[in-house]
């Protein structure tokens, strides 16, 4: 099985004035193509932070990150921005909708960036799929939490990704709606073989991922139940 994403001994630190705050240490992980893979840990553990480096939306202070053949720290901001909108789709933990478009031009506005003609068309089919048929016309202002959630889902689904990092895709979610967005993205696996990375506190969601990886103060402590000392 090929390799979509290869992490090696990742460390990252944040300085704030003098002090200095260690929050990856030598991180090395594997993600096969078409796998489903769990990030779980304590508040703080740095989860968030290991997803968006993976991703190409921040960098390291050492190791390497490859993505879908491709070395990230080689890229520039530009080309770091083509591999994303050509192979990626992320669902961030504070949704990060455009305040100023609505439900249907936050999913379509991606596509027409693409030169997609059918833009309208299948971002009405995805906000459908995520049960907002609804709430085209409505800003993120006025969607609830979970609703918001749902439209960044369909917005990840739009350019067809390779691999889907969702940062606590179910977190503000009801259980019944929670359940709804958990069957999408395990249907969109099945059905796309999209590479699935998602980080939760949910462990029954967890447990029903191929991998999991558990972090803890910014190490890991166990790769699918691999104790890691
Ligand atoms: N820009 C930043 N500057 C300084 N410290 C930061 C920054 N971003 C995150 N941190 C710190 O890095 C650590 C890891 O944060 P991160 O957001 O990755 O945690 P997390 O595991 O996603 O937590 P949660 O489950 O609460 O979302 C935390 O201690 C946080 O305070
Ligand atoms: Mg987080």
Redesign the pocket.
């Known amino acids: 099985m090929a390799k979509i994403l290869n992490v090696t001994n990742l460390g990252k630190i ?1 300085t ?1 004035g003098s002090k200095k ?1 260690t ?1 990856l240490q030598d991180i090395t992980f594997k993600v096969e193509e078409g796998e489903t893979f769990s990030i779980v ?12 480096i993976c991703a190409g939306l921040d960098r390291p202070d050492s190791g390497t990150v490859t993505l879908c053949g491709t070395e990230l720290g080689g890229l520039n901001e530009d080309e770091r921005a083509i591999l994303r909108n050509r192979n990626i789709g992320f669902v961030f ?1 504070d949704f990060q909708l455009l305040p100023t478009l609505t439900a249907l031009e936050n999913v379509a506005v991606p596509l027409e960036l693409r030169g997609d003609k059918n833009a309208l068309k299948i971002g009405m089919e995805l906000l459908d799929k995520v049960g907002l048929q609804n709430r085209f016309h409505h800003y993120p202002s006025q969607l609830s939490g979970g609703e918001q959630q749902r439209v960044a889902l369909a917005r990840a689904f739009s350019n067809k990704p390779s691999i889907l990092f969702a ?2 895709p179910t977190g503000n979610l009801d259980a019944e709606t929670g359940e709804k967005v958990e069957q999408l993205l395990f249907q969109l696996n099945a059905e796309a073989g999209t590479t699935l990375i998602i ?1 939760t ?1 949910d462990l029954e969601l967890a447990a029903k991922t191929q991998n999991i990886l558990r ?1 803890k103060g ?1 190490k890991i402590i166990a790769n699918n139940e691999t104790v890691v000392s």
């Open positions: 944040y704030n705050l929050v840990g304590p508040s703080g553990s740095g989860k968030t932070t290991l997803l968006g933990q940062d606590e980080v506190h972090l910014g």
